[in-house]
C-alpha cells in the first residue's frame, strides 16, 4: 500500500462520511485512514467462548450466546418503559432489555433468526438478563474479519452518545483492511526483523486489530511497541550525534587558575564521590569541541550547587561568561548569596537579576554584560528577556528546569551566535525509562549520594486530632534551639478555601505559640514580595522559630537549622512535592523529623503516597511510585512534550522493550549515522516519513 494513501482523509472511508469524519477529528484525533490504522485498542474481550444458556452462572460476566429471539415487547410506563425481548436457545432462554433506541431497535430487530448476542449477564427478578447486548446476525458475525478476540477501542462520552460505538469503529476498521487488502509495507529493516523474530508490519496491524490467537497479539504488540519506542530513540539520539558533530560548542581547553583557586584553596568540604565523577563528566564535555547539552539529577541536598559553581569557573577560566537561572526569586536570591562569598574571594563580578531589580541597577547589569565586565549573572527568567545580551555566554545553567517550558530553554540557547553549553539541574529524580525518553537528547549526570554526616529525616503520619500532641513536640524542639516549617496546600481550583485554611492555621499556631517567647512567620503568595522576603530572611536569620506558608518554600530555601516539616493536609500534596518540602529539613546534622497531618478519611492514591513517605528517603524510589500512580504524562507537566503520548507502548510496564528500542537505535546510528546503507533503506524511508507527516516528536531544535 503506498503511504500516500493512507494520507486520505477519513472522511472517505467506507461507513464514515463528513459527519463521523469530524466527530472521530474531534473526539480521537483521527484525520486519515493512517491514523485510523494506529488506533490501537485499548484492550481485547475474549469472545472464543459461546455459551450455552443452561450453564449460565450468576458469576458469569462478559457472555456470548447464539439464539434467536421469540417475543419482543414494550414493558413498563414512562422512566420505566423498556423493550424486552425473550431470547433462547435450545436449552433455555433468558431476557434481553433496552432502556434507549427503543423505536429503532423494535423495527430492526428480526424474529426467529439466528443472533450472537454478547454483554454483562445480570440476575434479576429470578431470571438472567443482558441489559443493551451487543448483537450480530449468524450470518453477518461468521462472515466478520473479527475475530475470537474483540478489540476495545479508545472512546469518548460523546462518540458513544452520538452512536459511534465500539462496534461502529470495529466495522469502520475492518472497511479499511478490505479497501487496502491489508497490503502494509514493512517499516522496519529485515535484519532487525530477523534478529528479533519480530512479526511483520502487516501481521502485526492485522492482529492488533483482528488478533487470531493470543500468542499472535502478543507478537503484534511487541513488534509495534518495539517500533515506536525505537523510532522516538532513534529522532532523539539523532538530534545529539547531530549537536556533537555539527553544533560547535566552545572547546573549554583548560582547566585555569580560578577553578584551581576555588578547588584548592575554597572549597568547603571534600566533594563526595558522585560530585567527583559528575564533575569529571561536566568537564569532559566542556572540553570537546561538541556543545555540551547535559542533566544533572540529584536529589534535594545533594549538593548540585558547588557542581554549578565550578563549572561557571571553568568557563570564566576560558575567557567565557556564565549565568544561572532559577525559576524563583528566593531561589536566585539564594543561589546569589551562596555564590557570592566564593565569587568576592575569588575576584570575580557576580551579579543578581531578577524581576523586582530596580531599573537604573538594571541598566548597570545589562551594560556590564553587554561590555563583558560582569562574569556571572544570576537570576529568574529576567535573564530570558530581549534587552539581556552577553559579550560571550559560554555557559548556562538552568536550575530546576522542568519549572521552565522547553521553549524558555531554547531562548537562552539563541542569545548567542554559538550556543552556550548548557547544564540543566534538576532535584526531581526522574525514573531512568522516562528521563531516556524525555530527555533522550541530553547526556545525563546523577549525584546519587548524599554528603556525609546526614541522618534521614525521620518520617510519620499523624491524624488532625492529634494536632495537640504534634504542638507539643515543636515545643520541645524550639527549646532545643530548632526553627519549623508549618506548609500548607494551595491548589489553584480552591484557592480561596486554601487561604482560609492557611489564615486559619497561623491563627491558631499564633494562638499556640505566643509572643514573645515564640515568633512566628508566614510567607504565601498573595503577600508582597518584598513582605515576604522581610520574613524569609527573619527565618534564616533565626529571628523566628516557625515558618507558616504555602508552597512557595517548596523549591530551594537552605536554613539548616531548620529540622521539622509539618505538612498540613499531605494527602493533598503530589508524591515529588512532598519529597520536596521534606528535603528542606534535614540539612543540618541533627536528626530532622518530617510530619505528614491528614484526616482519617483518605483516597486509596493518596493513602499511598503518605505510606511511600514514611517508608522511604529515595527519591529514586518514590518517582518510579509517583510514575505509577500519576502516569508518566502528569509528572513534571511533561505532558506538552508529546513524546508521552505514546500510541502503544507504556513506559513503566516495556521498560524493557524501550531499553531494548534505544539499544538497537544507537546501534544502528553508530554503524550508519546518515542511514545511507541499502540494508538501513526502510529506516530511513520510515523515518523520514514520520517526520513529514508530523507523526513523530519533534524536539526543541
Ligand atoms: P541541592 O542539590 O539541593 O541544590 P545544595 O547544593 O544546596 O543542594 O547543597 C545542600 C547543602 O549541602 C549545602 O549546605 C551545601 O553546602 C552542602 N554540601 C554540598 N556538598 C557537600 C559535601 N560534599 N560535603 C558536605 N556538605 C556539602
Ligand atoms: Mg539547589
Request: charged letters at 25%; one cysteine or more.
Amino acid at each position: 500500500m503506498r503511504s500516500e494513501f493512507l494520507q486520505t482523509s477519513i472522511e472517505y472511508l467506507k461507513g464514515v462520511g463528513p459527519n463521523r469524519a469530524e466527530l472521530l477529528r474531534k473526539e480521537l484525533h483521527i484525520n486519515t485512514f493512517q491514523d485510523l490504522l494506529n488506533l490501537f485498542p485499548n484492550r481485547y474481550i475474549d469472545r472464543t467462548h459461546y455459551y450455552k444458556i443452561k450453564d449460565l452462572q450468576p458469576s458469569s460476566a462478559d457472555v456470548q450466546i447464539i439464539g434467536t429471539i421469540k417475543q419482543l415487547e414494550t414493558v413498563g410506563q414512562r422512566s420505566g418503559k423498556r423493550l424486552a425481548a425473550t431470547f433462547q436457545d435450545e436449552t433455555g432462554m433468558i431476557e434481553l432489555v433496552w432502556f434507549r433506541g427503543v423505536k429503532w431497535l423494535r423495527e430492526s430487530i428480526k424474529m426467529n433468526m439466528p443472533y450472537v448476542v454478547f454483554g454483562r449477564l445480570k440476575w434479576f427478578n429470578n431470571k438472567f438478563n443482558i441489559a443493551h447486548p451487543e448483537m450480530e446476525l449468524l450470518s453477518e458475525h461468521n462472515k466478520s474479519l473479527r475475530s475470537a478476540m474483540q478489540p476495545i477501542y479508545p472512546s469518548t462520552e460523546k462518540l458513544t452518545n452520538r452512536n459511534v460505538t465500539n462496534r461502529v469503529i470495529s466495522a469502520i476498521v475492518q472497511n479499511l483492511f478490505l479497501e487496502t487488502k491489508g497490503e502494509f509495507s514493512e517499516t522496519l529493516p529485515e535484519w532487525m526483523c530477523t534478529e528479533l523474530r519480530l512479526l511483520s508490519k502487516k501481521d502485526s496491524l492485522f492482529n492488533i486489530h483482528f488478533p487470531k490467537s493470543q500468542e499472535l497479539l502478543a507478537r503484534a504488540q511487541f513488534r509495534l511497541k518495539f517500533e515506536e519506542l525505537f523510532y522516538i530513540q532513534l529522532q532523539l539520539i539523532r538530534k545529539n550525534l547531530i549537536r556533537k558533530t555539527k553544533i560547535k560548542g566552545f572547546p573549554f581547553s583548560q582547566v585555569g587558575e580560578k577553578f584551581h583557586a576555588f578547588y584548592n584553596d575554597h572549597l568547603p568540604f571534600e566533594l563526595t564521590d558522585a560530585q567527583k565523577r559528575v564533575m569529571k563528566e561536566i568537564r569532559a564535555d566542556l572540553g570537546s569541541n561538541a556543545q555540551m547539552n547535559r542533566l544533572l539529577q540529584g536529589d534535594v541536598g545533594s549538593g548540585k550547587t558547588i557542581i554549578a559553581l565550578m563549572s561557571m569557573l571553568i568557563a570564566l577560566d576560558n575567557g567565557f561568561q556564565a549565568c544561572l537561572m532559577a525559576p524563583t526569586e528566593i531561589l536566585s536570591v539564594q543561589h546569589y548569596n551562596n555564590l557570592r562569598s566564593y565569587c568576592n574571594k575569588l575576584n570575580i563580578s557576580i551579579k543578581l537579576l531578577t524581576g523586582s531589580t530596580i531599573t537604573s541597577e538594571r541598566k548597570k547589569i545589562h551594560e556590564s554584560l553587554e561590555n563583558g565586565e560582569l562574569n556571572i549573572i544570576i537570576g529568574t527568567h529576567a535573564l530570558l528577556e530581549d534587552r539581556v545580551k552577553f559579550q560571550n555566554l559560554g555557559l548556562a545553567i538552568i536550575d530546576e528546569q522542568h519549572r521552565f517550558g522547553v521553549a524558555q530553554r531554547s531562548k537562552l540557547w539563541h542569545k548567542n551566535v554559538s550556543p552556550p553549553h548548557i547544564l540543566i539541574m534538576t532535584a526531581t529524580p526522574i525514573p531512568r525509562t522516562l528521563a531516556m525518553s524525555v530527555y533522550g537528547d541530553l547526556d545525563i549526570s546523577v549525584i546519587d549520594e548524599l554528603p556525609p554526616g546526614r541522618k534521614p529525616v525521620k518520617t510519620v503520619h499523624r491524624y488532625d486530632n492529634n494536632r495537640l500532641k504534634v504542638f507539643r513536640f515543636m515545643k520541645d524542639e524550639i527549646a532545643k534551639g530548632r526553627q519549623i516549617y508549618v506548609v500548607y496546600p494551595l491548589i489553584q481550583e480552591s484557592e480561596t478555601m486554601d487561604y482560609k485554611d492557611l489564615m486559619d492555621g497561623y491563627a491558631s499556631i499564633d494562638r499556640e505559640f505566643p509572643k514573645p517567647q515564640y515568633q512566628v512567620s508566614i510567607v504565601h503568595g498573595k503577600m508582597k514580595s518584598a513582605d515576604k522576603d522581610y520574613e524569609m530572611q527573619r527565618f534564616v536569620n533565626g529571628e523566628t522559630q516557625i515558618m507558616v506558608a504555602t508552597t512557595v518554600i517548596e523549591v530551594g530555601v537552605d536554613v539548616p537549622n531548620a529540622s521539622v516539616m509539618v505538612i498540613e493536609s499531605a494527602e493533598r500534596f503530589g508524591l515529588s512535592q512532598l519529597h520536596q518540602l521534606r528535603g528542606r529539613v534535614g540539612r543540618g546534622a541533627d536528626q530532622s523529623f518530617c510530619i505528614l497531618m491528614t484526616g482519617h478519611k483518605l483516597s486509596n492514591d493518596g493513602r499511598t503516597r503518605i505510606e511511600t513517605m514514611v517508608k522511604t528517603t529515595d527519591g529514586f524510589e518514590i518517582a518510579e511510585v509517583d510514575l505509577k500512580l500519576r502516569g508518566p504524562g502528569d509528572l513534571m507537566g511533561t505532558q506538552q512534550s508529546g513524546v508521552l503520548n505514546l500510541k502503544i507502548a507504556n513506559l513503566i510496564k516495556d521498560k524493557d522493550i524501550l531499553a531494548q528500542a534505544r539499544y538497537y537505535a544507537k546501534k544502528v546510528l553508530n554503524e550508519d549515522p546518515k542511514l545511507e546503507r541499502q540494508n538501513n533503506i526502510t529506516i530511513l524511508d520510515t523515518y523520514a516519513k514520520l517526520v513529514k507527516y508530523r507523526n513523530i516528536w519533534n524536539y526543541i531544535g
